[in-house]
């Protein structure tokens, strides 16, 4: 262009040529000032010098820049607005040194006083100037700022209040800054709702509820009406703190308003999935819908996670046909809350079916799927099946073990009852340095309380004790299980005291108290539910280990009735949902999921439950049914398998039922993992209830609570039973002729 004659470049192509190799980095910028001078000093305007100061203003030539700034005044060629905030910019950006403020002000200053019109300050130069104000936290200049640009005509932006509001939050002094919003409000100059806005961030980020709210209050009283964004911030705060109530009082008070958006739906999600509200997550979702509030992917998330965690499968079910229905592709982190709410179901066959339909999609599971899945085959002891999925992640999908799996496989191989292999996982993950957490630790403690070692189980206990402050509610129940199994009746009292004396925790002292009987009359076990209601709000991982360890200790103490009441509470929270089925066909009790005290608690009730049955002369079934393995992920494999008699809860529960009622029940030769009585026997058990002219008996088994054992009491170790139960095996030959009846099923 400049050997050509006809096409020289102007000022206007010079200045963009200046523009784009400054912003190549200072190695650029001689090449920058060589095409400033190849322009004629006569053609030079406010164009050219504002660009040439912009590209040393950005390489943080601060000094440069302003020595341009006087060249060009001494040149005659006047500033324009643009040219000033440029070198404010660069100046007020200087970190190495920094440049004082007052030096900033006297640009300002400059700009002020010129008596051209195109160098009045502007929204830019106020920005520029609040903002160095607050990085230095300079509150009186901020306020003097904010003055002076409602005296210029100059209104605030979102930005200006942000700076504003920064500068006094760094001084300490935000109370300041209402005062402020309330004068301008009293002289006409009421701020926009991204200013209170910005003051209820700051007081959220240090906690202050009551003063965020007193700006929601303020906002109103001036006349500002709130936003979505408005409520949306104290909705996050008050779930932040536990404040659930509040956040329900605030919604309220939001719709009467303004309408709740999409966004506001999130951070309820967010906030009641993680309070634990898991249901109230999902009516808040028909809510939205009914509202006509379109829900965005994040939303569907939200519900997914919240469902998972909560083992609402039905619910995460409808949720992911929504998202189809609607077009969306559903994500890996929804097929993974799906998959974690049948999970927590037992539903291990659908979980599966899910697990491998998200691969079908396209949705390829992370680390959080595969741990969902396994985690639900840990929960019913199909280790080989938490194997198989570690297996395939780490060769199929090139993803490793995190802490998560090995927490996983550790209880998978604890409900299976392999212990060494339980220990051998806490190992391995140690070596692929991964700290263990409390988890991982009551996941070994678990492993050595079920094998009975008791010095292994102290020393597991005390290096609980050393990493946190206060081992949870589930390690001391393995701990006090242990020593009532091995009578050492005066370790668990001191242990139980301990418990009850612990001033950090209200929930160690309620629970002591509720298995020494202290709590059994109704205010009282008001407490208790408390404490179980604030359990289950953790979710149906921790509920699950919660109630099995709390239900183990209350058995092997004694306490059967208080143990029947805590049961209740968890079938309530809809945990177990297995548990209790009832056909035409088959009466039914699963525990396979269960502790062994746990188990022997649900096995009494579901006695006491056919008791009444049969007592009632209801329609008998074809046979009752205790499942105590789940053999629907190794069908083909086991059914014929005397493996599963040897696991504890196998051996414990055949062992009561044969003692409770005599020869009644037997494992059947299809289905190693269930003990039934046939429709036969229970025609007898029917007939003996029927003979027995009405004895006030209210079932199989005395759910009563007996006086805690004195210490030195041998109540489980004063004899060897043959075998744990193994003595009681029917000869299956007798019962062939028996099952036959059931082929025609």
């Excluded at 205790?626 to 086991?638: E, K, T």
């Excluded at 040897?646 to 030769?669: E, M, Q, R």
Aim: with cysteine; net charge negative.
């Amino acid at each position: 262009m400049q050997r050509q004659s006809w096409c020289r470049p102007d000022e206007h192509i010079h200045a963009i040529v200046i523009g784009v190799l400054g912003r190549q980095g200072p190695a650029l910028l001689d090449k920058c000032l060589e095409v400033f001078h190849d322009l004629p000093s006569e053609s030079r305007t406010a164009l050219s010098y504002t660009s040439l100061i912009a590209a040393y203003a950005r390489n943080a030539l601060h000094e440069e820049a302003r020595e341009l700034l006087d060249q060009m005044k001494a040149s005659g060629v006047a500033p324009t607005a643009a040219t000033y905030n440029t070198v404010l910019a660069a100046c007020a950006r200087a970190t190495d040194p920094p440049v004082p403020f007052d030096m900033l002000l006297g640009l300002f200053a400059e700009m002020r006083h010129d008596p051209s019109p195109s160098v009045r300050p502007d929204l830019t130069t106020y920005n520029t100037l609040l903002a160095a104000a607050a990085v230095r936290a300079l509150s009186d200049q901020s306020e003097m700022l904010l003055r002076t640009m409602l005296e210029a005509g100059v209104l605030p932006d979102t930005a200006s209040y942000r700076h504003i509001v920064d500068a006094f939050a760094g001084a300490g002094n935000l109370s300041r800054v209402a005062e402020l919003f309330a004068e301008m409000a009293a002289t006409g100059h009421t701020p926009d709702p991204s200013a209170y806005l910005g003051l209820m961030e700051a007081h959220t980020r240090v906690g202050a509820t009551a003063e965020a709210v007193a700006v929601l209050r303020q906002m109103q009283a001036d006349g500002c009406p709130p936003t979505a964004a408005t409520y949306r911030v104290l909705l996050d705060l008050y779930g932040r703190q536990g404040r659930f109530d509040g956040v329900r009082e605030l919604f309220r008070e939001m719709r009467t308003t303004v309408p709740p958006d999409t966004a506001t739906y999130n951070v309820l999600f967010r906030v009641f999935g993680d309070g634990g509200f898991f249901k109230e997550v999902v009516e808040l979702f028909q809510d939205m819908l009914h509202s006509e509030v379109e829900p965005d992917i994040d939303t569907c998330e939200n519900v997914m996670v919240a469902c998972g965690r909560g083992g609402l499968h039905e619910d995460a079910r409808e949720v992911l046909d929504y998202i189809t229905t609607e077009g969306m592709v559903p994500t890996a982190k929804a097929y993974t809350g799906l998959v974690e709410a049948l999970g927590h179901a037992a539903m291990y066959e659908e979980a599966y079916v899910a697990f491998n339909m998200m691969t079908e999609i396209g949705s390829l599971p992370t680390i959080e799927t595969y741990n969902a899945l396994a985690n639900a085959f840990a929960k019913g002891g199909l280790f080989q099946e938490a194997e198989a999925i570690f297996s395939r992640m780490t060769n199929n999908a090139a993803i490793q073990k995190d802490k998560d799996s090995f927490d996983a496989l550790i209880e998978a191989y604890c409900q299976g009852a392999q212990l060494d292999d339980a220990v051998k996982a806490y190992m391995e993950m140690r070596k692929s340095r991964f700290n263990p957490d409390e988890r991982s630790l009551e996941g070994v403690l678990n492993a050595y309380c079920i094998a009975g070692v008791i010095d292994e189980s102290k020393e597991q206990f005390e290096e609980l004790q050393s990493m946190v402050t206060v081992p949870s509610i589930i390690a001391y129940c393995m701990m006090l299980s242990l020593y009532a199994r091995n009578d050492r009746w005066t370790d668990a009292y001191d242990l139980l005291e301990e418990m009850k004396t612990n001033h950090a925790s209200s929930t160690h002292q309620v629970i002591a108290s509720m298995i020494k009987g202290e709590y059994d009359d109704d205010s009282n076990w008001q407490m208790v539910e408390y404490v179980l209601d604030n359990s289950n709000l953790e979710g149906c991982d921790y509920s699950l280990r919660f109630f099995n360890a709390l239900l183990d200790v209350l058995w092997w103490f004694g306490q059967k009735g208080r143990a029947a009441r805590v049961l209740d509470q968890a079938l309530k929270y809809g945990l177990f949902p297995e548990l209790f089925r009832d056909t035409k066909l088959v009466w039914s009790a699963d525990v396979h999921r269960m502790s062994v005290g746990g188990s022997l608690v649900a096995v009494s009730v579901w006695l006491n439950k056919l008791y009444d049955r049969l007592k009632g002369d209801e329609d008998l079934p074809q046979l009752a049914s205790v499942v105590v393995f789940s053999l629907i992920a190794r069908r083909g494999q086991m059914e014929k398998s005397t493996v599963t008699r040897g696991l504890p809860i196998a051996k414990v529960v055949y062992s009561f039922l044969n003692d409770t009622l005599s020869s009644s029940f037997h494992y059947p030769k299809w289905n190693k993992g269930r003990i039934i009585c046939l429709k036969s026997q229970l025609k007898k058990l029917q007939a003996a209830i029927d003979s027995s002219n009405g004895a006030a008996i209210s079932g199989f088994v005395p759910m009563t609570n007996s006086h805690l054992p004195s210490p030195g009491s041998k109540l489980y170790t004063r004899e060897s039973q043959a075998d744990n139960g193994s003595a009681h095996l029917t000869d299956e030959t007798l019962v062939e002729e028996k099952e036959s009846e059931l082929l025609a099923l």
